[in-house]
Structures are given as structure tokens and as C-alpha cells.
């Protein structure tokens, strides 16, 4: 069967999209929610910070298991597995009869999900390899633009119909994406023997450019650390820049957002860049051009250079995000893809759950400005390790 991967593409830019926007929408309200369900006033925060984390947390631990039985049933599958858990896991956060009900959900909802890795990993092994770019750039700006749109879409919709009608339209919209993935996603895979897999250990030792892989798990983690660190200090931040209390919400989800909006208009464009000239050539100006920004954020007087900066920092993610999934593809060897992107997964959520913890420990302890420093000396270790790591492939144009 003649595979149009150009329509996987399509279809599962549309399935990362809602993946990425719920996991976001709940953002806004939250805090609210958990109110709502008798939560202790002086407990909210904390459980508000556990519902998020523990998402991130739990999908980390379990990625590399989603990644091995998609290596031997199909990524197709696994996406459909991971938008059938996330229909019924976020649906059911509409019926949760007190907050510890809200956490188990919220656990479960990492436990299954995996739908984008296992779409990138579907789109890296079906691409042409010179327009693979191009190609998991694309595929890249369904989830940024998914989670640009969710805590926006969320808050209105809260707003019109209600808390637990968000959960339950949330439901709805991931059972479509379950119904596109089911009848239009197309993969030839044959299933493998648990007995025949390979063992990751030995996946691993195929790798000649294992340093190189290691490298690339870091920058996925530095990546969101840098993107999330921001997130528990923001709206003081801004407070001590001298906003009116009136408009620090709306100002402080503009400058999350911003950033993901410079992102989803770069990506296509320089993952097609990175096939031309070398793709580890992008990610190293991607890590430079993002440590140029980070650190003026730690000097900025005004939100609205805050957000400036956060909307140019955005060209860096559009830079790093293709340029990571395309030097895995060409990395990693057919039979264990998944299991290599499902521990890039694995970084990736291990970055959202560290950024916020380290937001918040070195504000406390050093003040708001000091987060941006920290967060802009672990792009230069990152820096320094992709530069020893590239240091033979700069004199070609491309990872072969």
C-alpha cells in the first residue's frame, strides 16, 4: 500500500494541535477549579502546581514503554491508544468529585498520552529524507500552536459555558482527532514479535553518533526548561516592572504566548533551511541566538520588553524544535525510532517539570532577574556540548 505522507502530515498536525491545546486550556482557571471543589484556600497553589506537574511527570516515566510497544505494534497505533486515553482521561475531569480525583485524572492523562511524539515519529520514518525538515517543522508548529491557543480558547470558554463544560468540549474535540487518526492516518507496519525487538541497550549501540543523540536529549530538556522557568514568577515579575494590577493577567498570558506565535511562523521555514545548510547548523544558532535573549530579560524595566524578548526567543524554539526531530530521524536506527523519540519525550517533560521548580527555587532564593541568568547558563553548557559534539560535521554541510 502506497503510503501519502503528506496527508499523515496534515491530519496529524491537526491531532498535535488539540493534543497540544488541551494540555494547556486549563492554565487560566485552574486554581478556580480547585476551588470549586472544596480545596482548602491555603492549599490551592499547591495543588494547582501538582495538577500541571504531575502530567508532565507522569508521561516522562512512562514514554520509553509507549516507544518500545510502538516499535513493535505501530506509531499509528500508539496515537490512536494516546488520543483514546487523553478523550476519556480529560472528559472525566469534568465529573472529579474533589481535587484528589482531579490529580489521579491528571496523572492518567500523562500516563496516556504520547500522541506527538508518536506522530513525529510516524511523519521521520515516511518523509523523503531531504524534506524531512521541512516536514517535522511543520509537524512542530501543530503543538506550539496548540498550546499558544489552548489557555486563551480555555479562559473564554470558561468563561461562556463554564468549568466542566471546558472538559467535557475538550473530550469531544480529542475524540475527533481519535476518529481522523483512525480513518485517514495510514502506516505500513508489521507487527513484530515482543521475542524480536531488539533491546534498547543494543538500539543504542547501532548509534555511531551517540554523543550526538545524548546532546540532543539535553537540548529538548534546556529547550523547555527555558520556555517553562518563567512560568511561576511571571505575573510578580511583571508586578515589580510596574503594570496595574487590572491588566497583569492579560499581559502576562500575552508574554507566554507570544513567543509561540514567532515559533509557529518560523518552524516550516527554517527546517527547510536546515536540509539546505545542515540542520545541527540551525540548532547551534538556535542555542546562541536563545542565550542572547535570555540574558536582557534579567535587565528589562518594562513588560513590553519582556515580551519583546519573549517574542524573539520564539525564533530560537522554531529554530531548535525541527532541527532536534530531524537530526533524531537521521540518527536512529528504522527499528528502534520510536523508542529513541519516545526519550526525547521523556527529556522534553522532564524540562516542564524542572523549569517551573527552577523558576521558583532561584527566585527565592536570588530574586526574578537571576532565573533568566541561571536558564542562560544552562544554554551555554548545552552550547558547548553541541559545539563538541559538531565540531566534525561543521566542515560538511549535513549530518549524513
Sequence with gaps: MKINWKRNLYISWIGCFFTGASFSLV???IPLYIEELGAPVSQINLFAGLSISITALASALVAPIWGSLADR????????RAAAGMTVTMGALAFVPNVYWLLFMRFLTGVLSGYIPNATALIASQAP???SGWALGTLATGAIAGNLIGPLMGGLLAEWLGMKNVFIITGIILSMTLLLTIFFVKENFESVPKADVIPVKEIFTKIDRRGILVG????????QLGMTSISPILTLYIRDLGISTGNILFVSGLIVSVSGVSALLTSPFLGRLGDKIGNHKILLLGLVFSFLCFVPMGFVTAPWQLGVLRFLLGFSTGALMPSIN???SKIAPPEGVSRIFSYNQMFNSFGQVLGPMVGSGVAQGFGYPAVFFVTSAFVVFNLLISLFNFRF???KSSID
Design 216 to 223: 540532543l536529549f539535553f537540548t529538548t530538556l534546556i529547550l
Design 393 to 395: 560535521d561543521l566542515r
Design 73 to 80: 505494534k505501530g506509531r499509528r497505533l500508539m496515537m490512536i
Design 129 to 131: 529524507r531531504e524534506k
Design 27 to 29: 492554565m487560566p482557571f
Design 326 to 328: 530531524t537530526l533524531i
